[in-house]
């Protein structure tokens, strides 16, 4: 079994939790993903390497969504909650997008529990272009479909995806849809809590935070178009090398991909190579 669920905080957390070796990795999902969004890296070798423990952040998935308590802070003591659950003092902590700005809230404000922190495609802000990509990929979450079905094909032809498909990829997507009594489908994740998760980002000073960092860290980006030819990256590398650079020793790497397609299929490779060289180095405090 690998599906787990844990009353933290008094919300229901659902989590997965695969065996491997040390250190145990805490995978932290993007904005409206779930715990599958890593399924990707755990098939290209991730797991069993290492340990990896992905949650449903509170709101999204099949953890528990309460009406409010969608601070960064709120989300760090639900993680920080999971570690004491599982008698873990200190992760690695690696954060895909939203998941990123977690990790970099973690480090900074609870550096006794972080042992180092592997940034996947993050900035400390973004650009309009990049803004109205999240907004139109986040319109699945107030739209019901006929069926899961449905669902599928709506997300596997939306302009953002091009095209990118694989089994991966569909099962991360299928792990969000909640088919309702009708036989109609609908997201999991709550768009009200994402939009307050939205609201609550722009509230931390986050370049502040940044050089509270004393982990080992590394940011992993893949500058591709999200999109067709031409589209703007989620990340574009100069805003990711801007923040790289403003994390004292943190190291910038390029992959392939884009802000999706990089942790899954063959893109996912290059992910899982940097972040077993890094994670396994000498480096950890």
């Not at 290209?44 to 340990?51: I, N, Y």
């Not at 094909?153 to 091009?162: E, F, N, Q």
């Not at 004393?214 to 591709?224: E, R």
């Not at 990256?233 to 999706?260: D, F, K, Q, W």
Request: charged share 20%; aromatic share 8%.
């Amino acid at each position: 079994m690998i599906d787990h669920y844990e009353q933290i905080n008094g919300v229901r957390i659902h989590y997965l939790d695969r065996d491997g070796g040390p250190p145990p990795i805490v995978l932290l999902p993007g904005l409206s993903a779930n715990a599958h969004a890593f399924d990707g890296l755990i098939a290209a070798g991730l797991s069993p390497r290492f340990r990896t423990i992905a949650p449903d952040l509170r709101g999204r998935g099949d953890s528990g969504k309460p009406d409010t308590g969608y601070t960064l802070e709120d989300h760090a003591a639900d993680v920080l909650g999971l570690l004491d659950h599982l008698g873990i003092e200190r992760a690695t902590i690696l954060g895909h997008s939203f998941g990123g700005l977690l990790t970099i809230y973690l480090a900074a404000h609870y550096p006794k529990r972080v042992s180092k922190i592997v940034l996947i495609d993050v900035a400390l802000w973004i650009i309009d272009d990049t803004a109205k990509l999240i907004r139109v990929s986040l319109d699945r979450l107030t739209m019901v479909f006929p069926s899961a079905d449905a669902y599928i094909g709506a997300i596997k032809s939306a302009p953002y995806l091009d095209g990118f498909w694989d089994p991966m990829v569909e099962s991360y997507f299928r792990a969000e849809i909640k088919t309702n009594t009708d036989g109609t489908a609908q997201a999991r994740t709550s768009a009200a809590a994402i939009e307050q998760v939205i609201q609550n980002i722009s509230a931390v000073p986050w370049r502040e935070l940044v050089t509270q960092i004393a982990a080992p860290s590394i940011l992993i980006n893949a500058p591709g178009p999200y999109g067709p030819p031409g589209a703007p990256a989620i990340v574009p590398a100069a805003l990711a090398r801007e923040t790289a650079a403003s994390i004292a020793g943190c190291r910038y790497v390029e992959v392939p991909g884009n802000h999706l397609s990089m942790v899954f299929g063959e893109n996912a490779k290059h992910v899982v190579a940097a972040v077993t060289e890094f994670v396994s180095g000498a480096a950890a405090a």
